[in-house]
C-alpha cells in the first residue's frame, strides 16, 4: 500500500517535471527546476509562479539595461556633436555680425531726440551719396517746413547742405505734430517713438517738443486722479458695473 503511494508520488512527480522542463526548459536546466520543485514541496503551481516572477524581473532589467544604454549613447553622440556646434554657433555670430553691419552700412547718422529727417546728400565727393545711402539729419526739438523734394539740410556725413530730399522723418522722445499741403490738420502723438513716409514734393510742417511730465508734484497728482474719478466718464462707467453687479 505504502509501496504504491510512493510509486503514485513518483509518477506525479516525473510528470510535473516534465511539464516544468517542457514550459522552462529552455531557459532553466533539469537540475534547477528539481531544487525549486523540493523548495516548495514538489508544489508546482508555487514553482511556476516564482519562475514567472523571475522572467518578469529579469525581463524589467534589459528593459531598464536598454534605456540606460540607449540614454548613455544619446549623451554620448551629444557631446560629440558639442564642438561642431560651436563652431555652427560662432558661424551664426558672425552672421549675425555681419548682418548687422549691413544694417549699420545702409545708414548714415543716428536718431536723436526730436525730429529726424531721412534723406539723400547729392554732393558728389560725399561717401554716402556715392553708396547712394540714406543719411539721418537730426533737427531736434523745433518747428520746421520744407517742401519734400527741395531741401538743402546739412550732410551727417560730408557735413555740407546737401541733403536735398527728404523720404521719411522720425519723431524720437517727443511730443509732435505733422501736417502736409495736402492733410493740413496736424497729426499729433507723444509716443516714444514715431516716424512718417514722406511724400515727394509736398509742403511738411512738422514740430517736436519735449514730452512735458503732466504730474509735477505729489499733490498734482492725487488732485488730477480726483478730478478724474468724479468726471462723468468714470461715473457712468461705475453706474454700467454696478448693472451687471461687478463691483
Ligand atoms: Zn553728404
Known amino acids: 500500500m505504502q509501496d504504491n503511494n510512493i510509486n503514485e508520488k513518483n509518477r506525479e512527480y516525473t510528470k510535473e517535471m516534465k511539464t516544468l522542463i517542457k514550459l522552462f526548459g529552455?531557459?532553466?536546466?533539469k537540475e534547477e527546476l528539481q531544487q525549486k520543485m523540493?523548495?516548495?514541496?514538489?508544489n508546482i503551481e508555487l514553482v511556476i509562479k516564482e519562475i514567472k516572477y523571475e522572467i518578469a524581473i529579469a525581463?524589467?532589467?534589459?528593459?531598464?539595461?536598454?534605456?540606460?544604454?540607449f540614454l548613455t549613447n544619446k549623451q554620448k553622440k551629444k557631446d560629440k556633436s558639442k564642438p561642431e556646434s560651436t563652431v555652427d554657433d560662432l558661424e551664426n555670430v558672425e552672421q549675425v555680425q555681419e548682418c548687422t553691419k549691413e544694417?549699420?552700412?545702409?545708414?548714415?547718422?543716428?536718431?536723436?531726440?526730436?525730429?529726424?529727417?531721412q534723406g539723400y546728400c547729392t554732393?558728389?565727393?560725399?561717401?554716402a551719396s556715392k553708396a547712394k545711402l540714406p543719411v539721418w539729419v537730426n533737427i531736434g526739438f523745433d518747428a520746421i517746413?520744407?517742401?519734400?523734394?527741395?531741401?538743402?539740410?546739412?550732410?551727417?556725413?560730408?557735413?555740407?547742405l546737401t541733403?536735398?530730399?527728404?523720404?521719411?522723418?522720425?519723431?524720437?522722445?517727443?511730443?509732435?505734430?505733422?501736417?502736409?499741403?495736402?492733410?493740413?490738420?496736424p497729426l499729433k502723438d507723444n509716443n516714444y517713438q514715431?516716424?512718417?513716409?514722406i511724400k515727394s514734393g509736398l509742403l511738411y510742417e512738422l514740430k517736436a517738443n519735449k514730452i512735458i511730465q503732466h504730474a509735477k508734484s505729489i499733490e498734482d497728482l492725487r488732485e488730477r486722479s480726483e478730478q478724474a474719478m468724479n468726471s462723468t466718464e468714470i461715473k457712468n462707467l461705475v453706474t454700467e458695473l454696478q448693472k451687471y453687479e461687478i463691483i
Open 26 to 29: 529552455d531557459l532553466i536546466n
Open 38 to 42: 523540493e523548495y516548495y514541496n514538489e
Open 59 to 69: 525581463y524589467l532589467s534589459t528593459c531598464l539595461l536598454m534605456v540606460m544604454f
Open 103 to 117: 544694417i549699420e552700412k545702409t545708414e548714415v547718422g543716428e536718431v536723436k531726440p526730436g525730429i529726424n529727417l
Open 123 to 127: 554732393n558728389e565727393t560725399c561717401l
Open 145 to 160: 517746413s520744407f517742401v519734400s523734394s527741395n531741401t538743402s539740410f546739412s550732410c551727417p556725413d560730408c557735413k555740407k
Open 163 to 185: 541733403v536735398s530730399s527728404i523720404v521719411k522723418t522720425m519723431f524720437y522722445n517727443s511730443e509732435h505734430s505733422i501736417c502736409t499741403s495736402e492733410n493740413p490738420t
Open 194 to 197: 514715431c516716424s512718417y513716409a
